[in-house]
């Protein structure tokens, strides 16, 4: 089954039930189904054919959720893109994806200018919202039309290309198919104890696969509701669950942080939920503890990544609760630990986290080579460290890669050092992850200046911020004579993480 027969079978089957909650609009299956199935066939008549890349450049809305949901009746493919990058980085993505088309909100209207001109091969330009020059208004996508498109995906069809940094810092679009998308719903609604019953919280964006998953597919699979905060605000989420009686809610670490240090956080009616869902980012010790303290109710914590869809491991919160897991393997996954000379690891032993099932992704669009090089024999091999107890839950130990995980989005050091190494005066620099409490880790840029100049760090920082999106921007940076190397030339940033390890906790 495609995710839009999927759709279309719930529009039939419920009707006039709820399925999206937005601010002041309260949609049912069938008015989303209405809606999506007009954006289609509107789409088909601009010349939109089969395999479309579409870019989906907004925040949280119902208009993503439309795309999502209805474009597999054109075999159209969406491309999500995190509204908080900048001009260069999101013309990056839409020309790597080769898309003709970008759907974005009015809000956005002062970067599409560079963006076009990035792009001379975008043909259509659609804007939610108010006029846009050089637009088209999404409005007229919606207008009636005589029939809809019938559904032209296939399971194994390209249902969206998530964009996720590499070790070269440029971003590669995994290609993720129907299939993979609604094996990994079901495993996920199977593996945490989902129902029904709940009603879903959606506070994560859109763009990322955690809320696609668990803010969308999860209560479409149930045929439940969800209520989605369009614009995120922390405080706003416990006053959220209170009013809607919202049963399950997917979070990052910092958000659970946030929720629990609220003044009389206590004090909410919260008694609804069953469970939290917590993942995308390590979580201390103390926060869980708090979170529990507090909020008194059970917190689950989940292990996946885009390459895998969404989710590979998540517990039960029936089971015993073990701190730090992230639970066993869900139904039709596998899970290996192998070790550096590639056979399995005994249980307890850490080694690289290698998983294989249904919501592995067909490989990164239009890169051989580094498709090859993470999939094998049909293993997925995740680049994170981790290990198995006697029980067979999981624990994450760590990244094998260098990627920065800030507040739950994750940060790629190559990227951010492409982008200091532009500044005059910098001859080298190192890009690490610090640990620091409230994000959990924070931007650290470690520079030797050319012999004769001098930088301050705000300078870098401003700099930063006019090229990358600001939680990609270093929040230290500190200057040094020199950066240590191994023999064949290459920064031990072990060695430069080790060294600058509490300049987060020696600041005020």
Same mark, same amino acid.
């Given at each position: 089954?495609?995710?839009?027969?999927?759709?279309?079978?719930?529009?039939?089957?419920?009707?006039?039930?709820?399925?999206?909650?937005?601010?002041?609009?309260?949609?049912?299956?069938?008015?989303?189904?209405?809606?999506?199935?007009?954006?289609?066939?509107?789409?088909?008549?601009?010349?939109?054919?089969? +395999?479309? /890349?579409? *870019?989906?450049?907004? $925040?949280?809305? !119902? @208009?993503?959720?439309?795309? %999502?949901?209805? =474009?597999?009746?054109?075999?159209?493919?969406?491309?999500?893109?995190?509204?908080?990058?900048?001009?260069?980085?999101?013309?990056?993505?839409?020309?790597?994806?080769?898309?003709?088309?970008?759907?974005?909100?009015?809000?956005?209207?002062?970067?599409?200018?560079?963006?076009?001109?990035?792009?001379? +091969?975008? /043909?259509? *330009?659609?804007?939610? $919202?108010?006029? !846009? @020059?050089?637009?088209?208004? %999404?409005?007229? =996508?919606?207008?009636?039309?005589?029939?809809?498109?019938?559904?032209?995906?296939?399971?194994?069809?390209?249902?969206?290309?998530?964009?996720?940094?590499?070790?070269?810092?440029?971003?590669?679009?995994?290609?993720?198919?129907?299939?993979?998308?609604?094996?990994?719903?079901?495993?996920?609604?199977? +593996?945490?104890?989902?129902?029904?019953?709940?009603?879903?919280?959606?506070?994560?964006?859109?763009?990322?696969?955690?809320?696609?998953?668990?803010?969308?597919?999860?209560?479409?699979?149930?045929?439940?509701?969800?209520?989605?905060?369009?614009?995120?605000?922390?405080?706003?989420?416990?006053?959220?669950?209170?009013?809607?009686?919202?049963?399950?809610?997917?979070?990052?670490?910092?958000?659970?942080?946030?929720?629990?240090?609220?003044?009389?956080?206590?004090?909410?009616?919260?008694?609804?939920?069953?469970?939290?869902?917590?993942?995308?980012?390590?979580?201390?010790?103390?926060?869980?503890?708090?979170?529990?303290?507090?909020?008194?109710?059970?917190?689950?914590?989940?292990?996946?990544?885009?390459?895998?869809?969404?989710?590979?491991?998540?517990?039960?919160?029936?089971?015993?609760?073990?701190?730090?897991?992230?639970?066993?393997?869900?139904?039709?996954?596998?899970?290996?630990?192998?070790?550096?000379?590639?056979?399995?690891?005994?249980?307890?032993?850490?080694?690289?986290?290698?998983?294989?099932?249904?919501?592995?992704?067909?490989?990164?669009?239009?890169?051989?080579?580094?498709?090859?090089?993470?999939?094998?024999?049909?293993?997925?091999?995740?680049?994170?460290?981790?290990?198995?107890?006697?029980?067979?839950?999981?624990?994450?130990?760590?990244?094998?890669?260098?990627?920065?995980?800030?507040?739950?989005?994750?940060?790629?050091?190559?990227?951010?050092?492409?982008?200091?190494?532009?500044?005059?005066?910098?001859?080298?620099?190192?890009?690490?992850?610090?640990?620091?409490?409230?994000?959990?880790?924070?931007?650290?840029?470690?520079?030797?200046?050319?012999?004769?100049?001098?930088?301050?760090?705000?300078?870098?920082?401003?700099?930063?911020?006019?090229?990358?999106?600001?939680?990609?921007?270093?929040?230290?940076?500190?200057?040094?004579?020199?950066?240590?190397?191994?023999?064949?030339?290459?920064?031990?940033?072990?060695?430069?993480?080790?060294?600058?390890?509490?300049?987060?906790?020696?600041?005020?």
């Amino acid at each position: 089954m495609t995710i839009t027969e999927l759709f279309e079978n719930r529009a039939i089957e419920l009707g006039d039930k709820t399925f999206v909650r937005c601010e002041d609009e309260t949609l049912s299956y069938r008015e989303v189904h209405e809606r999506a199935g007009r954006i289609a066939a509107n789409l088909a008549a601009s010349g939109v054919q089969k +395999g479309d /890349k579409i *870019v989906l450049l907004m $925040g949280n809305c !119902v @208009e993503f959720i439309y795309l %999502f949901l209805g =474009l597999g009746r054109l075999g159209a493919v969406v491309v999500p893109i995190n509204p908080t990058l900048k001009p260069d980085e999101v013309a990056y993505i839409a020309g790597d994806s080769d898309a003709e088309t970008l759907i974005t909100a009015s809000v956005f209207a002062p970067m599409l200018p560079e963006v076009r001109r990035q792009l001379p +091969g975008l /043909k259509r *330009v659609y804007a939610i $919202g108010e006029a !846009v @020059e050089g637009s088209a208004p %999404f409005s007229a =996508l919606l207008e009636p039309t005589a029939a809809f498109p019938p559904i032209a995906a296939v399971p194994d069809d390209e249902a969206a290309l998530i964009y996720t940094s590499g070790t070269t810092g440029l971003p590669k679009g995994v290609i993720l198919t129907h299939g993979n998308y609604l094996a990994n719903a079901r495993m996920a609604v199977h +593996g945490s104890g989902m129902d029904e019953s709940d009603r879903f919280l959606c506070v994560l964006p859109l763009f990322h696969v955690n809320a696609q998953l668990s803010g969308v597919l999860c209560p479409l699979l149930l045929g439940t509701d969800v209520v989605v905060m369009k614009k995120f605000t922390p405080f706003q989420i416990l006053p959220l669950i209170e009013a809607h009686r919202i049963t399950i809610l997917s979070a990052v670490p910092t958000i659970y942080n946030v929720m629990a240090r609220m003044p009389k956080a206590a004090e909410y009616d919260i008694s609804s939920i069953r469970f939290f869902v917590t993942g995308a980012a390590p979580m201390t010790e103390e926060t869980y503890s708090e979170v529990v303290r507090v909020l008194k109710k059970p917190l689950i914590m989940g292990y996946g990544l885009s390459e895998a869809t969404c989710v590979s491991a998540i517990a039960d919160y029936r089971d015993p609760i073990k701190w730090n897991s992230v639970g066993p393997p869900l139904r039709y996954t596998s899970i290996r630990i192998v070790g550096e000379d590639g056979h399995d690891v005994p249980y307890g032993s850490v080694g690289e986290i290698w998983t294989a099932g249904p919501h592995v992704m067909k490989g990164y669009y239009k890169q051989p080579q580094a498709t090859a090089e993470v999939l094998k024999d049909g293993w997925l091999r995740t680049g994170d460290l981790g290990r198995f107890d006697q029980d067979g839950y999981l624990y994450i130990a760590g990244r094998v890669k260098d990627m920065i995980i800030r507040g739950g989005q994750n940060i790629y050091p190559q990227q951010v050092e492409n982008v200091i190494a532009r500044i005059p005066g910098v001859e080298e620099c190192c890009v690490v992850g610090v640990e620091e409490s409230r994000w959990g880790q924070e931007v650290l840029a470690v520079i030797k200046c050319v012999e004769g100049y001098s930088l301050v760090a705000r300078q870098v920082i401003d700099y930063c911020r006019t090229h990358l999106a600001a939680y990609k921007c270093p929040q230290f940076v500190r200057f040094v004579d020199g950066l240590p190397k191994t023999a064949t030339g290459k920064i031990k940033k072990g060695v430069v993480a080790s060294l600058f390890a509490d300049v987060a906790k020696n600041c005020p």
